[in-house]
């Protein structure tokens, strides 16, 4: 029966864990095993920093919790940089600014309609109370989804847009 403060020869050793003279002489060398004097080692000692380095090897191989969080991280944020170089994504602003030009822009035409539809004051202002309704549902409806935006929320209702 070995005794745990038992030392042991290179070859004794390398074959109880399983590798070669060779590794055991590269774990001497690098520190994770203790040479008692030439060519021998402890026992107890030995086995134990033999296993301590295989666990923190494995763990290191499988990756800690927060090792793995970090390197997913960075792999999102260069995914997000190269979508936005490549102007797959845009921000909020921009793509608000975008909708602002295109929708004052339509606005804008909708306003001078009614001079353009008729010279009848009463009709021209029927017609503008129906293009005003229009914009305030469309107003209502960007604002809506705007904030849906911002808060991260789907628009999946179905449209409710009413025929005027």
Same mark, same amino acid.
């Given at each position: 029966?070995?005794? %745990?403060?038992?030392?042991?020869? !290179?070859?004794?050793?390398?074959?109880?864990?399983? *590798?070669?003279?060779? %590794? *055991?002489?590269?774990?001497?060398? !690098?520190?994770?095993?203790?040479? %008692?004097?030439?060519?021998?080692?402890?026992?107890?000692?030995?086995?134990?920093?033999?296993?301590?380095?295989?666990?923190?090897?494995?763990?290191?191989?499988?990756? !800690?919790?927060?090792?793995?969080?970090?390197?997913?991280?960075?792999?999102? +944020?260069?995914?997000?940089?190269?979508?936005?170089?490549?102007?797959?994504?845009?921000?909020?602003?921009?793509?608000?600014?975008?909708?602002?030009?295109?929708?004052?822009?339509?606005?804008?035409?909708?306003?001078?309609?009614? %001079?353009?539809?008729?010279?009848?004051?009463?009709?021209?202002?029927? /017609?503008? !109370? /129906?293009?005003?309704?229009?914009?305030?549902?469309?107003?209502?409806?960007?604002?809506?989804?705007?904030?849906?935006?911002?808060?991260?929320?789907?628009?999946?209702?179905?449209?409710? +847009? +009413?025929?005027?």
């Amino acid at each position: 029966m070995l005794n %745990a403060d038992e030392l042991v020869s !290179t070859g004794f050793l390398a074959d109880l864990l399983g *590798i070669s003279k060779q %590794a *055991i002489a590269r774990l001497a060398r !690098t520190g994770v095993l203790s040479k %008692a004097s030439r060519g021998l080692f402890p026992l107890g000692e030995s086995v134990r920093s033999y296993l301590d380095f295989k666990v923190a090897g494995e763990a290191a191989r499988r990756g !800690t919790g927060s090792s793995d969080r970090v390197r997913d991280a960075r792999a999102t +944020e260069i995914e997000l940089r190269i979508a936005r170089e490549e102007r797959k994504l845009i921000t909020m602003d921009e793509c608000n600014g975008c909708l602002d030009q295109v929708v004052g822009g339509f606005i804008t035409m909708l306003s001078v309609l009614p %001079a353009q539809i008729t010279k009848d004051i009463r009709e021209r202002q029927r /017609i503008e !109370t /129906i293009i005003d309704a229009g914009r305030q549902r469309l107003s209502d409806k960007f604002d809506e989804m705007s904030n849906n935006l911002r808060a991260g929320l789907p628009d999946d209702e179905p449209d409710d +847009e +009413e025929d005027s």
